[in-house]
């Protein structure tokens, strides 16, 4: 079969939905602080929306043939996809989105292997599923019909397919055992099917279904061999005999179609869509000719959607010019490998000054999303009419790749000797048995010892001297002694609680990945760089562009002075290696393995200096370490191998009697379990208040046999919780696991919450664990 509507030479498969100027995030919030009403909400985001696919055209897509996406959300893709299909009501939309004081919001959780966070839809075999709100035809027809004198633009919608929503939702509460979302995929699949015959009938050209659960075993592994295969077959059976329906491009993101698991692409290159887009960034090309794929475009993810780095576009042209003949493909189309929903906007937005780590270098170095679109429009012009045609801009790029390669910083050879050097004996400490004597003797403390995460209340004080200190209203001393009473506060707060181990409290971190990468050599930050966390939330991440180590100490004058008013033992708190690359755009120059090593040697250095000051204890929180594990099963050994051997880089140098702590915080331990004994801490805490203590058996079972500090509260929500349950969960624990090796303290650091609801939590956590010691 021929393609009868010829795919786009060139696209993206989606664009940022927050702004330029973070736009949405303010009506967003102007909306939910009632200051403004529906109908401003929804002018804003259609201006948005406007201003978005006419940007995207001014930068060289086409206005006319489906290149442009139109991949918009108000809160959530997969959120609007439940409201798609009626799952979610349309007008319940931020209550899902945000709770209410009836109803608590839906699940958040990583999508993929990114951070950015998704809505988890809740799917029962009664849940309606039917297409019920058509918002993308809306969106479709107001920019190709547009009534405000404007550029007309014939978008692309974009929508989260069917199979992977199913398979990202969980089983509504009530569901009959073994009931699985995906059982309701014919129902689903009728709802898209009607989408897309409005669609059509709108006159859109293309639609695309983003299926990017067909490279992820961590969300596919529970299916029957060939299950996937046939709910991908069967549901796209169904979607292309509708009539009159747009040309369908099935998207796979993050990662390869094909692994150990399965052969993904076979059944999608089977069916009758008309273009597949593969992530060429991640994944890999298909070698050989794959049935199916003659009557296909295949859209090449050449261009990296998931980091900021400037794309090799010799290399990639010589790479989409190979393409056709090795797959047979009906035709070859550049496109991005994800969406860039996570890269900023514009490298243009950013003040380039070498002010405050703006390194002027990077400028050239780098492509956020409107110089991604450039490249997709360079390779594709390059692809159609010759190299030659896009001459310059291939010279430019292999002038600033080479130009990075050679600058001063990026490569380090005393950084690049250490991690060479580095042996076996190095990653090692003394056996446990001897830790723990030693360690018991130097900080005598009760069973059951208290503590906390890390982190108390960013008041709006700290933040509004934080930010008086960054536009220069506030000299480095006053902020100083601004932060210093904040500690001696939280320090005075804790003595009076009763808690055994204290923690300076972080007033001083604006983030905790963000405030190392301003103090190590290696990283930049931008001032602008924003891109969406989930809903209204965005995160400036760091860009580690060099070899990475630490001009000074990082954190120590803040353990000593915390340490100089107590005589309890205070924490040092450190940010994990494997957490600061997940959270930091990472250089794509060598293996992240490597350059985890390198900010492993870091951290090491800064536990000798705290260790110097008198620190007894140290945390090194990772709470990315299961964000990180690849998708593919076959691949995460390798990786939970350099992602332990990283922490331990950087905890083992400190000595027997120094306590090592570290703290993860997310439910799904199941593949890191074994990793999580890895690390060889002397305590982990761990988020386990809403599966009621589910991860302290398990741990047990696999043999875990060090001290662990399963979150006896819930600090995502202000919900204070009585004395009695903390103590309830906490007798959970201590019948689950030798007693002795129990700590007692939050799921996770408390800077989001208030001071009223902390003092009240803690202080029911002090009175259970004194509850539950005397009973032991
Ligand atoms: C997301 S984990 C947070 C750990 C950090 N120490 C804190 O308490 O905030
Ligand atoms: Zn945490």
Not at 45 to 66: E, F, I, K
């Amino acid at each position: 079969m021929p393609i009868a509507t010829p795919f786009p030479g060139g696209t993206i498969l989606g664009y940022p939905r927050i702004g330029r100027r973070r736009e949405l995030k303010r009506a967003l919030e102007a909306r939910w602080a009632g200051r403004t009403t529906d109908a401003e909400l929804e002018a804003a985001s259609r201006a948005l929306r406007l201003a978005t696919v006419r940007r995207l055209v001014a930068l060289g897509l086409d206005p006319a043939d489906g290149s442009v996406p139109s991949s918009f959300s108000p809160y959530d893709q997969v959120l609007d996809a439940a409201v798609l299909l009626g799952a979610v009501p349309a007008a319940d939309y931020f209550v899902a989105a945000r709770g209410d004081g009836a109803r608590p919001p839906l699940e958040m959780t990583k999508w993929f292997d990114t951070n950015y966070h998704y809505l988890v839809p809740e799917i029962g075999p009664d849940t309606p599923l039917t297409f019920a709100d058509d918002a993308p035809v809306r969106w479709f027809a107001e920019a190709a019909r547009p009534d405000d004198g404007g550029q007309a633009v014939v978008t692309r919608p974009v929508v989260v397919g069917p199979v992977t929503f199913l398979l990202l939702a969980k089983a509504a509460a009530g569901a009959p055992v073994g009931f699985r979302p995906l059982d309701r995929l014919d129902d689903a699949v009728a709802a898209y099917a009607d989408l897309l015959a409005a669609l059509g009938a709108a006159g859109a050209p293309w639609v695309q279904l983003d299926e990017p659960a067909l490279v992820a075993d961590t969300v596919t592994g529970h299916l029957a061999p060939g299950a996937l295969a046939e709910a991908v077959t069967r549901a796209y059976a169904t979607l292309t005999a509708v009539p009159g329906r747009p040309a369908i491009l099935v998207a796979a993101p993050y990662g390869d179609l094909r692994g150990a698991s399965g052969d993904h692409l076979a059944p999608l290159a089977a069916s009758d869509v008309e273009a597949i887009a593969v992530d060429l960034v991640r994944g890999s090309a298909p070698t050989g000719l794959v049935p199916g794929l003659e009557s296909k475009a295949l859209v090449a993810g050449l261009v990296d959607g998931h980091n900021v780095w400037r794309a090799d576009l010799a290399a990639r042209l010589a790479q989409a010019a190979r393409l056709q003949a090795a797959t047979g493909t009906g035709a070859v189309a550049v496109g991005t490998s994800t969406s860039l929903l996570h890269v900023p906007h514009d490298v243009e937005d950013e003040t380039w000054d070498g002010a405050a780590g703006r390194d002027p270098r990077l400028r050239d170095w780098l492509a956020f999303a409107d110089q991604k679109v450039a490249e997709v429009v360079t390779l594709a012009r390059g692809l159609a009419h010759g190299p030659g045609a896009v001459a310059e801009q291939i010279a430019a790029a292999s002038a600033a790749l080479a130009d990075r390669a050679a600058a001063a910083g990026v490569v380090v050879p005393a950084v690049r000797e250490r991690v060479a050097r580095l042996g076996e004996a190095d990653v090692a400490r003394a056996p446990y048995r001897e830790r723990a004597a030693a360690q018991a003797a130097r900080l005598s403390l009760p069973p059951l010892p208290t503590t906390t995460i890390g982190s108390f209340p960013q008041t709006p004080e700290i933040r509004a001297a934080r930010a008086a200190w960054a536009r220069g209203a506030l000299d480095d001393a006053a902020y100083e002694a601004a932060m210093r009473a904040e500690v001696a506060r939280v320090v005075a707060l804790q003595e009076e609680l009763g808690l055994d181990v204290l923690v300076h409290g972080e007033p001083e971190r604006n983030d905790m990945v963000q405030h190392f990468a301003e103090r190590l050599d290696g990283f930049a930050v931008t001032a602008g760089g924003w891109v969406q966390s989930y809903g209204s939330r965005c995160v400036r991440p760091p860009i580690l562009w060099g070899d990475v180590s630490r001009p000074a100490p990082l954190t120590v004058a803040w353990t000593r002075y915390a340490q100089s008013l107590t005589a309890k033992p205070v924490k040092g708190m450190l940010t994990g290696p494997v957490t600061i690359l997940a959270w930091s755009f990472v250089r794509d120059d060598q293996p992240l393995g490597d350059t985890a090593a390198q900010v492993a040697l870091a951290l090491r250095d800064e536990v000798a200096d705290l260790e110097a000051a008198g620190a007894a204890v140290v945390q090194v929180d990772e709470p990315a370490l299961r964000e990180l594990l690849p998708l593919r099963r076959e691949d995460q050994r390798a990786y939970l191998d350099w992602a332990v051997r990283a922490f331990r880089l950087a905890t083992a140098g400190a000595a027997p009697d120094t306590q090592v702590h570290t703290h993860l915080c997310y439910s799904e331990f199941g593949e890191v379990i074994d990793a999580i004994d890895g690390l060889d801490a002397d305590v982990t805490s761990l988020e386990a208040a809403r599966s009621r203590m589910e991860i302290v058996p398990q741990l047990r079972d696999a043999g875990y046999g060090r001290g662990i500090g399963p979150g006896v509260y819930d600090i995502h929500s202000p919900r204070v919780p009585s004395a009695g349950e903390v103590t309830e969960l906490l007798r959970l624990a201590v019948r689950a696991i030798e007693p002795a090796l129990v700590w007692v303290n939050p799921d996770c650091g408390l800077k989001t919450r208030g001071y009223a609801e902390t003092t009240e939590s803690l202080r029911h956590l002090v009175a259970a664990a004194r509850a539950v010691r005397a009973s032991l």
